[in-house]
């Protein structure tokens, strides 16, 4: 199952740094996308990254802070998340698909545990 951690506490403005693992199971073969999900809320994608490759997808309230990449020799995928507000408070997930549905949280297969990303005022 996948393994994400790097959540924490952080300052409105601030950065933080998420990683996920996925022992085995090869990343590259799978679109990779980062959810989360506020208290109360449904669960949203937050950025993907296609089987294929190409730039990274992104939803536009993160688009500009956050960046997604993966390291294929490492079978890691990361999200960068910068200039954090307070509305960015979630517990995040990474998540898996081989379906063309990326964008669709249910056509994701396999779930990481989630790690908790509170940004403070």
């Known amino acids: 199952q996948l393994q994400a951690c790097g959540g924490g506490l952080v300052v409105t403005g601030g950065s933080l740094g998420l990683s996920c693992t996925a022992p085995?199971?090869?990343?590259?073969?799978?679109?990779v996308g980062w959810f989360r999900q506020a208290p109360g809320q449904e669960r949203e994608l937050v950025a993907a990254?296609?089987?294929?490759?190409?730039?990274?997808y992104y939803e536009d309230f993160v688009k500009g802070r956050f960046t997604a990449s993966r390291d294929n020799a490492k079978n890691t995928v990361y999200l960068q998340m910068n200039a954090l507000k307070s509305e960015d408070t979630a517990v995040y997930y990474c998540?898996?698909?081989?379906?063309?549905?990326?964008?669709?949280?249910?056509?994701?297969?396999?779930w990481g545990q989630g790690t908790l990303v509170t940004v403070s005022s």
């Open positions: 085995g199971l090869t990343f590259r073969a799978y679109h």
């Open positions: 998540a898996v698909s081989q379906n063309v549905n990326w964008r669709m949280a249910v056509y994701y297969g396999y």
């Open positions: 990254m296609r089987r294929s490759g190409g730039e990274p």
